[in-house]
């Protein structure tokens, strides 16, 4: 029987999907599939390559309802820039959950990875954040700074944002792309201390290995999520913000114990209180989310195949829809 | 910087790579670099699929000196055959190991799994067999069945060989294949103690979940390699063999003893060697192999990450070098 292989490259996924409700919408409900407990999802496999500073993660999920799986490949090899390439990029590779045959590589370069993370960026903060934002903050001044708010702000629709990040330019930048981009007034905020005070949402985005955000900056009415840690060794958020917020919430607790702001927590003695809630858990209903403005929260996002599994199955439905990719015979 | 991806699909790559002396060459130099200890080899993802009664596997390794590393894909889903599809497929991609940039995807349908897996049976007949083989003998009937011997062959060259099968008509065909292939005389032998009894060089290729070859077979001057059990539940050695050999090796421990035939031997508790060499350390001679024609050695196959390495890397030099498939700009 012949067989076909729908291959997808970054241009051709950039014109057919972008970061939209439509995206936020199957990323949640890939969460609230992770809560059901239907979910098939290995740990996440990791290769170290030390001799090239490299690094190299795959990850994947199997959700009922879904037709594919992805399987995605992230390659992260720090010296690259300073030869003129990207330090991340990587692949998804689409099967169908009824044969395992390949249905679609989508040579994303870490495309489809940025719409995800941002998209659950998206879901914890229609979930977890007070429901009226003036004000939201961003640390971090890369791609997902940016895809952060715009992805926030589908869903909260805030009246201003503010930036901070290491390098003062980068963060001017970032606040610049992002008045252009949302049309609102976005501020490079020097302070980080100021910047959380300001903000009754905050998105962390860097692969800080020390807290950036310290607990004795909480306030009443703050929800923060934290995405930039995904590897042990990083740390966004100081552990006693933790163990001081209202309530935390882990993409998925195993792993966040390892590879998120919850390992740190749990490392430095300070987080007591057991296995803490899913954000598909939240998403669901099975576990109860804010119940008051004045609550602070704070949302450990590490990525999870089934993310990638929802933007894979979506990217190739919306390819299918607009004609594009080409098509091998296999 | 454009980007270039090389497409490979199963007919191209069978066009180039064949089983022969450079592929098995290729894997054993990647056998003796996981002895080297410099191998990066993470754990098998894998992932079960119960709804679809299929299962996916990724494996990976980074081997020093080989300028990519692949990622294999292997999905298995058994209920297939019912609607006209293999079981087994999926592909391999092949990564820069110096940037992790996207280099090729083999589209091979497991066919360069095919090839790695005989082509380890090749080197573990090199480096374990008794130096002249009479008969050598296969217990399977399938696509490994045939490759096994034939990889045999280009190390061992036998007189004759013997095929054992459950089913005597699949036997019968595999028995008449080989001969074609290998221009010896082939027999199907109903009885597998016979077969033992005559062979010097017995390979087992099926996936046995009770054994099919008893201890009370084993004869001086004979080698076993069992390459069928590669999941937890597959045994086709009877556990008392691996304690009778004079030498049983493992292509990987930390697999053998969850995958292979170890795994039965310990959990049997007939196993009591300890920790048992690797083939890596066999053909690099850090561990001794055979030291006279009428020892017993057993040698568990289950399948390493560093042999899909091998054979991507080998393969995508083939493709090149005979100006074959296609290229992506991305």
Request: proline share 6%.
């Amino acid at each position: 029987m012949p067989r076909e292989v729908t291959v997808l490259t970054e241009a051709e996924l950039r014109r057919v999907i972008h970061l939209d409700l439509n995206v936020v919408e199957v990323v949640e409900k890939a969460f609230a599939a992770l809560a059901s407990g239907k979910v098939v999802m290995p740990p996440i496999m990791s290769m170290a390559i030390p001799e090239a500073n490299g690094e190299v993660d795959v990850k994947t999920a199997w959700i009922p309802g879904f037709e594919g799986f992805a399987i995605k490949v992230s390659p992260g090899f720090l010296d690259n820039p300073r030869i003129g390439l990207p330090s991340l990029n990587g692949l998804m590779i689409l099967f169908s959950a009824k044969t395992g045959m390949v249905d679609a590589l989508l040579l994303d370069n870490g495309y489809l990875t940025d719409l995800r993370t941002a998209a659950a960026g998206a879901v914890a903060a229609k979930h977890l954040a007070p429901a009226t934002i003036d004000t939201a903050g961003v640390m971090g001044t890369g791609v997902q700074a940016r895809l952060q708010l715009q992805a926030a702000h589908l869903v909260r629709p805030f009246r201003q944002a503010l930036v901070w990040g290491r390098d003062p330019a980068r963060a001017q930048a970032c606040a610049i792309d992002l008045a252009a981009t949302l049309g609102i007034p976005v501020r490079a905020e020097a302070d980080p201390a100021r910047l959380v005070a300001e903000s009754q949402l905050v998105v962390t985005t860097t692969p800080a290995e020390e807290p950036i955000l310290k607990a004795e900056w909480l306030h009443p009415g703050l929800h923060i999520t934290a995405m930039g840690s995904d590897q042990q060794g990083k740390n966004e958020i100081e552990p006693a913000a933790l163990a001081a917020a209202d309530l935390y919430v882990a993409d998925r607790v195993s792993q966040c114990e390892k590879l998120g702001e919850l390992r740190s927590a749990i490392t430095s003695g300070l987080w007591t209180r057991g296995a803490p809630p899913e954000l598909g858990d939240i998403v669901s209903r099975k576990s109860t989310g804010r119940t008051s403005d004045a609550q602070v929260t704070i949302c450990d996002l590490t990525g999870t195949g089934a993310q990638d599994t929802a933007i894979a199955t979506f990217a190739l439905a919306a390819a299918r829809a607009a004609g594009a990719g080409s098509v091998i015979a296999t």
